[in-house]
Each structure stands twice: as structure tokens, then as C-alpha cells.
């Protein structure tokens, strides 16, 4: 598992198109998180692909016209550091829906 | 004050826009209702389909960005095929489609449909716009996008309150990306190790497909490749790109390609492709294609690159710079004598045997071809038709053949053959479709009626789904489990209906050697005619296109008509 970092223009439709390059290889996505970084985005992914998905999936990323940038880190530590990020995440909504009830 | 549909069609002429194909509808009135002034030509289809494969038979024989205007809900959902068409064929297109009220979105009003959600997968680039004074930049971007790089579709959704609200308006603006675009043809060490790489193969090949004339690139293209002399083969899209008349040229490589191109690609120690994106029609198995060659890939999309098959070298960037920056490469280069090669992949041997050539649609194709005036349109349908049109086509004229090649849409021809023609008036275009295909647009014909546009059609009428059954021929027992159409209507009544002159020729009219004088003059009356006209060519009901490349097999693996 690597993890991916895709920065883009969070334009109309951007985000969408990004997760779709992988969703239509049929790829899970275990992981996605995106965030806002200065005037960009950033969204990262941890997926488990091989070397000619990495690759086609890459040049499809780039090739989507508000992407800025594409890398691959290493997967271990950013797939702890977004499981934290998950799990607060999850805390967060169910404290809401209390909240609401 | 203007209103945005004033700026929508502002901004379109600012863009070059002449001509746009549509169909109105409740969230396009007020755009409609701005057209009169705007300078704008508008050609009314009969279906949102017609007026997307017209937009598209507009910009493939022109280059130039096509345009189709439809309404919210189904009016916008009919576009979808034409839409996935663009994207796979690269045809610059922008659709821009009414949606109904800001304040409705998301609501489930009437005719709203997430028309950005539904095409995000086909286009290249979309927006809704969500108040008027966006619309010059949404347009100049869209345009931009549908232009730049590998050309493709565009979508801009606008809802119907936007095109009725009055703005200042300071007139059409300028789009300039934030990104650069890639190119690495700069990189003069890339062309040595390409030289390098020629230098060191033995049976090179040229692999030519639609980005070569998409770019610009015919007259370096050429240039390159008299210098280059190696065996040149096409792919559908790169049909016209090279002269017929080159030794070097083989023709059509694919499922449905000539032996001698099929051939000499599955042979080729080094295989340099030119703007195609070797989809399985062209590769047959795409494991098994070229298995001992090298790839160079010329290409402007980044994501065609390692697609099918990893290549030794990429060279990314526009054709119309790489293939220029190449040839300069190879000026102080000495390339090695492939002559040896040429004459092996060309002997009569490698040939599509003679009786490959006895079909008679064959015959009956190349007697209408033979007297085409030059610079000729030929627009196709989809399926065996299709085939046999790509086969035969032997015309220089690098926009002169337009079919739907990577989506395979059948009902694609008529329609875009209103387009070719509103395009190019003074040109014949030649539409030949199945009686299949033909009936999936079939009502584009009062489009032509009322234009009085002088389209040529023709109807290979087989009176099956003819490509189908050929596969259920030869690879399903013949069971022809839904492809009998032996109960079309009669074309030639339906085509009179709709006061088009049509006539019906059988198989007789082109028996023998040679057609007599009359079927000579039947063609020639038919091919000169000023007017729209039909005809419908009675085909062997299971005629069947050779070679052919099972699905499964590589190339070397053709099918043909004695086995
Ligand atoms: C919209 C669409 N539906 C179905 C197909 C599948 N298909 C490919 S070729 C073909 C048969 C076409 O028959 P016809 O138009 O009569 O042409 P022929 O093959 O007989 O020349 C079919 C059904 C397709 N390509 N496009």
C-alpha cells in the first residue's frame, strides 16, 4: 500500500474526476482524505496498486486539467497518520448527530 | 443592459463561432430567444443526438470547435453519447446546456438532471455556472480546454434564470492556463536515443493515427516519413494522413486491417506510433501486439502513454513540434537501408488475397469512390460498412473521412454528415450507413430536407445488423439471435416521405466485370445531384468483412475469406 498525494484546483467537479481514474480500474480506496493546503488542495489516497496501475493512474491524474501535482510516499506512516485523521473524523460526526438528537 | 444569453452568444463569436447545432427546450428559451441578433447560425436538429454528432461532423472536417446548445433534463441526457464519442475520438466540442433555476438545484425540479455529474467521466473539462458574471471566463476556459492538448468535450450548464438576468458586460475575455502545458520535445537527447534506436532496428514500422491530423502535423508528417521510408501503416482515425499512392503505405492495421499492415506491425522490431492511443481494435490482443518491437509513442496526452503496452521512449508534446524536432534529429543521422524490409512486407504474398476483394459492396464502394470529386467527404456509420468504407478509401485528404472510431457509435454518420456539410457546401459528402445505423438517426433526414443539404447517402442494406451477425456467424454457430431487420421499412418510401429522391439498386447493377453504362450514369447523376438523394445498395444479406482479427488473437491471427 503507498500512499498518494494529489494536489489540485478545487475547481467544479475536480475531486470527482481524481477518485474516478481509480474507482473505474475497480481499485478500492481504503483511504481518501482531502483537505485545503494555501490556495490549493490536496487529496490523499492510500491504495494498493501495481506498478502499471501506479503508472496509468498517475498519467491520468495529471493529465486532469485543475491538477497541479502528483507523489507517492511511503504508505506506512501516512496510512497511520490518516487513520487518525478517520477515526477523528468519524468522532466528530457522531458527536454532531448526538448533538442533534 | 445585456442579459446572459446576450454574453453566452457574445462570447461564442468572440470564440470563432459560426455555426451551432441544437435543440430548444423551457431553460434554453431566453438563449434562443437571443439568437436572432446574435450573428450566430443556428441549425435545428430532431433529436439532441443529431445535433451532437452534427456538431462533431462540423469540427472533424474543419478542425474547428463544435457546438450544440440543448435544453435541462432529457434535452441534456441526449447528448451523453455524443459527448463519450468526442472524448474518445479527441474532437474539440462544447456543449452548453440549460439547467433549470439556481434557486431549483438540487430540489429535483422538473427536467433537472446533474448534468455535470453525469458527464464528469466524458468530459474534459465542465462547469455550471452559478451567476452571470462568470460566463465570459467559464466560456473562454471551456474553449480553451476543448482546443488545447488532445481536443475533447466540454460541458457548461447554465441555469435558466442566469440567461434572463441583465449584467454589465465589458466584453468576451482571454483565457490563460495556470498550469503549463508538458512537452518534453525539448529534450534533444531524447531524439538521439530515438536515432539510436532506429540505427539499431531492422524492420521498423510507422503507426499513424488521428493525432497526426488533430495537431496540424500532415505536411511534416509526410515529410518525416519520405525521409524515414519504412512501412507506414493507419489507424481508422489516421486514414487520409499518408498518401495512398507511397510505397511505403500499407493501409489500415486493426481488426478489419489489410494482411500486409497486420502483418508487418506484428513483425516490427521497433514500432513508432504517431498520435494513436492503440486501443484493442487496433492491437487485436493487446498482450500479443508487436510482441518483439520496441514502442516509440508520439503523443500529446500524457495519458496515452503505457496504456496498452510500455514503450521505450515517450515523446510527449504536440506533433506539430515533435515530429519537426525529430526529422531535425535525424538530418545529420545515417539510417540504415531498410529496403530489404519494405520489399518483404509488400510482396503480393503479404497481400489480402483477391477474393478478400470479390465482395460486392466491395465493387459497388469502389465504383462510387472512383468518381468522388477530390477533397470528397466520406462519412461512415458503424459496422461492416464501415469496414469495408475504411478499406477502400484511398483519398490524400486528411479530414476527408469521418467516422466514429473509438466509441463505435452506430446512428453517428447521418448526423454528422449534416455537419461535414454545413461545413464544407461546396463539397460532396458522401454518407453510407447501414440499415441499421441509418434508423437510429433516421430522422435527421428532415434536417437535410430542410437545408436542402446535398448529401449523398447511401444504405448498404443488408437487412441485418450486419457486423453482429457476422460474429454470430463465425463465432456463435450462426445463431442470429436478434440482428434479423428483414422487416425494415422501405427505405426508399421512407426517404420520399420526407420529399428526399431515393432509388434502390440490387446486386445485378454491379455483376460482371465491368458495370454497364447505365449503373455507370446512375452513380455519376447520384454522386453530381445538387440536391439530397438515397440510395439504397441491396447487399448479400451475409456478406461478411475480411480480414479479420478475432477477438482474442493478435494480429498476425486474420481471418480471411477462402479460410
Ligand atoms: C449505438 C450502438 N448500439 C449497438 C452497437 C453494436 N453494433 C455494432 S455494429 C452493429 C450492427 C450494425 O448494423 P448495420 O447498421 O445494419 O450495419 P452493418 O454492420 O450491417 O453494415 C451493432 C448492433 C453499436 N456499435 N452502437
Known amino acids: 500500500m503507498k500512499t498518494y498525494h494529489v494536489r489540485y484546483r478545487n475547481t467544479q467537479g475536480t475531486l470527482i474526476r481524481i477518485l474516478t481514474a481509480v474507482q473505474r480500474r475497480t481499485i478500492d480506496l481504503p483511504f481518501v482524505h482531502a483537505e485545503q493546503d494555501g490556495e490549493q488542495h490536496v487529496v490523499t489516497l492510500a491504495l494498493e496498486m501495481n506498478a502499471k496501475q501506479t503508472e496509468q493512474v498517475c498519467r491520468d491524474w495529471r493529465a486532469i486539467v485543475d491538477v497541479e501535482e502528483v507523489s507517492i510516499s511511503d504508505g506506512i506512516v501516512n496510512a497511520c497518520n490518516a487513520s487518525d485523521v478517520a477515526t477523528n473524523f468519524v468522532r466528530r460526526a457522531s458527536a454532531q448527530a448526538g448533538a442533534k438528537a | ?234 489507424t481508422i482515425h489516421g486514414l487520409g494522413a499518408v498518401d495512398f499512392a507511397k510505397d511505403y503505405y500499407l493501409g489500415m492495421v486493426g481488426m478489419h486491417g489489410t494482411r500486409q499492415a497486420n502483418l508487418a506491425t506484428h513483425d516490427t522490431d521497433l514500432l513508432l506510433v504517431f498520435g494513436a492511443r492503440l486501443d484493442d481494435r487496433v492491437t487485436g490482443e493487446p498482450s500479443r501486439f508487436a510482441p518483439d518491437a520496441k514502442i516509440v509513442h508520439f503523443d500529446i496526452d500524457p495519458a496515452q502513454l503505457d496504456r496498452v503496452r510500455g514503450c521505450e521512449l515517450a515523446v510527449l508534446g504536440d506533433l506539430a513540434n515533435t515530429i519537426p524536432a525529430f526529422h531535425l534529429a535525424l538530418e545529420s543521422a545515417k539510417l540504415p537501408e531498410w529496403s530489404e524490409w519494405l520489399s518483404l512486407v509488400t510482396h503480393a504474398d503479404r497481400a489480402t488475397p483477391d477474393s478478400g476483394n470479390s465482395e460486392p459492396t466491395v465493387k459497388f464502394l469502389d465504383e462510387l469512390y472512383k468518381r468522388l470529386p477530390e477533397n470528397s467527404i466520406v462519412v461512415t456509420d458503424v459496422g461492416q460498412q464501415q469496414m469495408w468504407a475504411a478499406q477502400r478509401y484511398r483519398s490524400a485528404n486528411p479530414r476527408g473521412f469521418v467516422t466514429s472510431g473509438g466509441l463505435g457509435s452506430m446512428g453517428f454518420g447521418l448526423p454528422s454528415a449534416v455537419g461535414a456539410q454545413i461545413a464544407k457546401p461546396d463539397s460532396t459528402v458522401l454518407c453510407i450507413s447501414g440499415d441499421g445505423g441509418f434508423q437510429m438517426n433516421i430522422q435527421e433526414l428532415a434536417t437535410i430536407r430542410r437545408l436542402n443539404l446535398p448529401v449523398k447517402l447511401v444504405i448498404i442494406d443488408n437487412k441485418y445488423l450486419g457486423m453482429v451477425r457476422q460474429w454470430q456467424q463465425l463465432f456463435y454457430n450462426r445463431n442470429y439471435a436478434e440482428t434479423d431487420l428483414s422487416d425494415n421499412p422501405d427505405f426508399v418510401e421512407v426517404a420520399k416521405a420526407y420529399r428526399i429522391p431515393a432509388q434502390r439498386i440490387g446486386l445485378d447493377a454491379i455483376a460482371g466485370s465491368s458495370i454497364s453504362r447505365e449503373t455507370a450514369d446512375l452513380f455519376t447523376n447520384f454522386l453530381q445531384s445538387s440536391e439530397p438523394e438515397l440510395l439504397v445498395f441491396d447487399c448479400h444479406p451475409e456478406a461478411n468483412v475480411f480480414p479479420m482479427v478475432p477477438a482474442g488473437a493478435s494480429l498476425s491471427e486474420m481471418l480471411t475469406e477462402d479460410q
Open chain 2, 1 to 234: 443592459m445585456p442579459k446572459g444569453s446576450d454574453i453566452v452568444l457574445s462570447c461564442l463569436r468572440a470564440e470563432g463561432v459560426e455555426v451551432v447545432f441544437g435543440y430548444p427546450g423551457g431553460a434554453v428559451i431566453p438563449l434562443y430567444d437571443a439568437l436572432k441578433d446574435s450573428g450566430i447560425r443556428h441549425v435545428l436538429s430532431r433529436h439532441e443526438q443529431g445535433a451532437v454528432f452534427a456538431a462533431e461532423g462540423y469540427s472533424r472536417v474543419t478542425g474547428k470547435v463544435g457546438v450544440a446548445f440543448a435544453t435541462s433534463g432529457p434535452g441534456a441526457t441526449n447528448l451523453i453519447t455524443g459527448i463519450a464519442n468526442a472524448k474518445l475520438d479527441s474532437v474539440p466540442l462544447v456543449c452548453i446546456t440549460g439547467q433549470v433555476r439556481n434557486t431549483l438545484i438540487g430540489s429535483d425540479a422538473f427536467q433537472e438532471v446533474d448534468v455535470l455529474g453525469i458527464t464528469l467521466s466524458l468530459t474534459k473539462w465542465s462547469r455550471l455556472v452559478r451567476n452571470v458574471e462568470e460566463i465570459p471566463a467559464v466560456i473562454a476556459e471551456g474553449f480553451y480546454w476543448a482546443r488545447s492538448g488532445r481536443p475533447g468535450p466540454v460541458v457548461i450548464d447554465i441555469p435558466g434564470d442566469i440567461f434572463r438576468t441583465q449584467s454589465e458586460f465589458s466584453g468576451p475575455v482571454k483565457f490563460t492556463p495556470k498550469r503549463a502545458s508538458s512537452c518534453c520535445a525539448k529534450d534533444s537527447g531524447l531524439f538521439l536515443r530515438l536515432v539510436d534506436l532506429l540505427n539499431n532496428a531492422n524492420k521498423p514500422v510507422a503507426l499513424i493515427g488521428g493525432g497526426a491530423k488533430a495537431s496540424g502535423a500532415i505536411a511534416p508528417l509526410r515529410s518525416l516519413l519520405d525521409t524515414l521510408q519504412v512501412p507506414t501503416c493507419a
